[in-house]
């Protein structure tokens, strides 16, 4: 069975520093990763995946994030926060089933 | 552009009186999913389709049923509310392996 883990439920940084939310997986088979940023009552918006491939990912707004198979973990970073950045994150992955596991969450929190 | 709809954004609904929460799609994917989503959590999937093969998860509760009468719509029906039902209910869809698509959520509150 394949579990997520994200360390810290709140990340609190300075706009203008960098974002580092942390992600590890535990998968038998090959994991499918996932984050989702989720703002205030709305749904989940997909930041970017891993499948295969290239291990540096880049997504939307900014935020990339690297798959370590070594670590097994799958951290999202931005070099430079925004307040616009304020959201709740989840790491996912779905492996070879149709469904995702999810992580607990980080709420992201920048300050001015 | 291609979506996911739920309506309504917001229902109240009583103690006891059944409601249902709607799903649509326009993207054609063949997987729709309904969570729960409670606050401070991560959303805890209650069943999906896949076309129209229903997959019910083993701790989802018999009060919450859900329909999907063709591609495009999928509906969740819960019988009779709880207090505890209160809750974000995500719908979401996806191509088989691919990643899921959320709609913007329907907030219940039962009073």
């Known amino acids: 069975a394949q579990s997520v883990t994200q360390l810290g439920s709140h990340v609190s940084v300075s706009e203008g520093a960098l974002v580092l939310l942390r992600c590890n997986y535990s998968s038998s088979v090959p994991p499918y990763l996932f984050w989702y940023v989720q703002y205030p009552n709305q749904g989940l918006q997909l930041l970017l995946k891993?499948?295969?491939?290239?291990?540096l990912v880049k997504g939307i707004n900014g935020f990339e994030a690297e798959f370590k198979k070594s670590e097994t973990s799958f951290h999202l970073t931005k070099p430079s926060a925004h307040m616009s950045d304020a959201a709740e994150y989840f790491c996912?992955?779905?492996?070879?089933?149709?469904?995702?596991?999810f992580g607990s969450g980080t709420q992201l929190t920048v300050l001015p | 552009d291609a979506m996911v709809i739920q309506n309504p954004r917001y229902q109240v609904t009583q103690f006891g009186k059944p409601v249902t929460l709607s799903c649509s799609q326009t993207?054609?994917?063949?997987?729709m999913y309904w969570y729960q989503q409670k606050s401070s959590q991560a959303p805890k999937l209650l069943f999906h389709?896949?076309?129209?093969?229903?997959?019910n998860e083993a701790d989802t509760p018999d009060n919450f049923q859900s329909r999907r009468p063709n591609t495009s719509f999928c509906f969740l029906d819960i019988r009779s509310p709880g207090l505890g039902d209160a809750a974000m209910y995500l719908c979401?869809?996806?191509?088989?392996?691919?990643?899921?698509?959320f709609g913007p959520g329907t907030r219940l509150t039962v009073t």
């Open positions: 996912a992955d779905s492996g070879s089933a149709r469904q995702l596991t």
């Open positions: 993207l054609n994917h063949n997987v």
């Open positions: 979401a869809t996806s191509r088989v392996g691919d990643e899921q698509y």
């Open positions: 389709y896949y076309d129209k093969d229903f997959n």
């Open positions: 891993y499948t295969t491939g290239a291990t």
